[in-house]
C-alpha cells in the first residue's frame, strides 16, 4: 500500500475485527441498522434512487449500499477493510440482493479512475475514521457526475456530542464499543461546509440524528449538535 493512502489502519482494523457481526442487528452495528430506513429514505426523497448509478464510500458491510440498491440503484460499494467487504458480498449473494457490488479501493483512486461517473455519491458515518477527511471529500466531489448529488454524514465536535456521542452512546448506554470515536476527529458542520465548498460542493440541505434511549428510537430533525447528514450538489447538468 502507498504511504500517502489517507486511512488510518487501526480504524480498519477495528471494523474488519467485528465484521461479522455487521448484520446482527443486535450487535455494535445496531445503530446503523436503526438509521438506515431514517437516511435511506432522506437520499430517496432528495435523489430518487431508481435506475441511479451510485458509489456509497467508506460502506463497511453494505447496510445503506444494500438498501440502496434494493430501491433499484446500480450501487459500488467500496472500502478500505477487507472483511466488511467480504461479509457485504454475502450478504448480498444471501439476501439475493440485485445491482450491488463491492470493491476494495479508496476514494481518491477510484475517483482518478473513474471522475464524474456517479449520479450520487454517499459517505455516511466515515469521516470522522479518515486522517484526511478534506480529501476524501475532494475525491466524491469528482466522482460525481455535475448536476448529481453527494450525501455526507458524521459527528459534529462539541460538549453535546462529546456527551452524547462518546460518553452517553460508548460508556453509559453502551451502544458503540469504547473508542468507536474519538473526540479529535469529529467535524463541526462549519467544517465540512467549508470543505464541501472547497471542493466545488453546493451544501443543499442538513438534517440531524436524535436518539432517545428510553424508547431507543432514532428520528431527524434540523438539530445538527450531534450526529448530522450534508446533501450537497455539484454545479452543473
Ligand atoms: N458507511 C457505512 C459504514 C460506516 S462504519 C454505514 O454508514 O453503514 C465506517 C466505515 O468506514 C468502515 O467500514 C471502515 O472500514 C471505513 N473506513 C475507515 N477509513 C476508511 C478509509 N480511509 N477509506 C475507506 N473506508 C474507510
Known amino acids: 500500500m502507498s504511504e500517502t493512502l489517507n486511512a488510518d489502519p487501526a480504524e480498519l482494523a477495528k471494523f474488519s475485527d467485528l465484521a461479522h ?8 452495528f445496531r445503530p446503523l441498522h436503526q438509521i438506515n430506513p431514517l437516511r435511506l429514505d432522506w437520499i430517496d426523497t432528495l435523489a430518487p434512487l431508481k435506475g441511479r448509478r ?14 440502496m440498491a434494493r430501491k433499484g440503484a446500480d450501487v459500488l460499494g467500496i472500502d ?6 467480504k461479509i ?16 476494495e479501493i479508496s476514494a481518491e483512486a477510484l475517483a482518478a479512475e473513474q471522475p464524474a461517473s456517479f449520479d450520487t455519491v454517499t459517505c455516511m458515518e466515515m469521516l470522522e475514521h479518515v486522517p484526511d477527511p478534506a480529501s476524501i471529500v475532494r475525491a466524491c466531489a469528482s466522482l460525481v457526475k455535475p448536476g ?15 456527551a452524547f456521542a462518546i460518553v452517553g452512546a460508548e460508556y453509559l448506554l453502551k451502544l458503540l464499543p469504547r473508542g468507536t470515536h474519538e473526540y479529535a476527529k469529529m467535524i463541526r458542520p462549519s ?20 436518539y432517545n434511549p428510553l424508547t431507543r428510537r432514532y428520528w431527524m430533525d434540523g438539530d445538527t ?12 447538468t
Not at 457481526?21 to 455494535?28: A, I, L, M, T
Not at 439476501?95 to 463491492?102: F, L
Not at 448529481?148 to 462529546?162: L, M, P
Open 225 to 236: 449538535s450531534v450526529n448530522y447528514l450534508f446533501a450537497t450538489r455539484k454545479p452543473g
Open 80 to 85: 478500505l477493510a477487507a472483511k466488511p467487504l
Open 148 to 162: 448529481g448529488w453527494v450525501f455526507f454524514s458524521t459527528i459534529n465536535r462539541s460538549a453535546k456530542s462529546f
Open 21 to 28: 457481526r455487521w448484520w446482527d442487528p443486535e450487535s455494535e
Open 54 to 67: 451510485v458509489v456509497d464510500v467508506g460502506c463497511g458491510g453494505g447496510i445503506l449500499a444494500d438498501a
Open 191 to 210: 467544517e465540512l461546509a467549508a470543505h464541501c465548498r472547497a471542493a466545488g460542493l453546493e451544501l443543499t440541505e442538513s438534517r440531524g440524528l436524535q
Open 88 to 103: 457485504a458480498q454475502l450478504h448480498a449473494l444471501e439476501a439475493g440482493t440485485a445491482g450491488v457490488s463491492y470493491r
